[in-house]
C-alpha cells in the first residue's frame, strides 16, 4: 500500500489549500483514510477521516466548519479541503490508513488503528 500527499504550501491567514491522498496497493474496495498533522513541538494529532465503506467522516473539533473531506473513488483520491485557515493549522499534514476495511468513524480519532502511512506535506498559515 502507498500513500501519496500532495497540496501543501504557504498560504495567508483566511486562506485554502486543498491536500490530496492518492492511494494504491489496497486489496479491497471499503478502505478509509485519515488525515493527521503534526506542529514542530506538538504531538500528532487526528484533523479527519473518511470511511469508503459507508462514507461515513470524522473531524476534530477545531476544524469543524472549515476543513471538508471528500473522496474521489474512481481516482483513488481523498482530498482534504482546508478553508479559513489559520496560523495554529501550520503543520506537517499527513493521510493514513488502516490495513483493513472499516465502518463508521469511531475509530478515526486513534493513529494506533492505521498501518500505513504517507510521507506527509507541508502547510503554513502565515498570519
Known amino acids: 500500500v502507498q500513500l501519496v500527499e500532495s497540496g501543501g504550501g504557504l498560504v495567508q491567514a483566511g486562506g485554502s489549500l486543498r491536500l490530496s491522498c492518492v492511494a494504491s496497493g489496497f486489496t479491497f474496495d471499503d478502505y478509509a483514510i485519515g488525515w493527521f498533522r503534526q506542529a514542530p513541538g506538538k504531538e500528532r494529532e487526528d484533523v479527519s477521516c473518511?470511511?469508503?465503506?459507508?462514507?461515513?467522516?470524522y473531524y476534530e473539533d477545531s476544524v469543524k466548519g472549515r476543513f471538508t473531506i471528500s473522496s474521489d473513488n474512481a481516482k483513488n483520491t481523498v482530498y482534504l479541503q482546508m478553508n479559513s485557515l489559520k496560523p495554529e493549522d501550520t503543520a506537517v499534514y499527513y493521510c493514513?490508513?488502516?490495513?483493513?476495511?472499516?465502518?463508521?468513524?469511531?475509530?478515526?480519532?486513534?493513529?494506533?488503528?492505521?498501518?500505513?502511512w504517507g510521507q506527509g506535506t507541508q502547510v503554513t498559515v502565515s498570519s
Open positions: 473518511f470511511v469508503r465503506g459507508d462514507n461515513s467522516t
Open positions: 493514513a490508513a488502516p490495513g483493513e476495511a472499516q465502518y463508521g468513524s469511531d475509530w478515526c480519532p486513534y493513529s494506533w488503528r492505521y498501518d500505513y
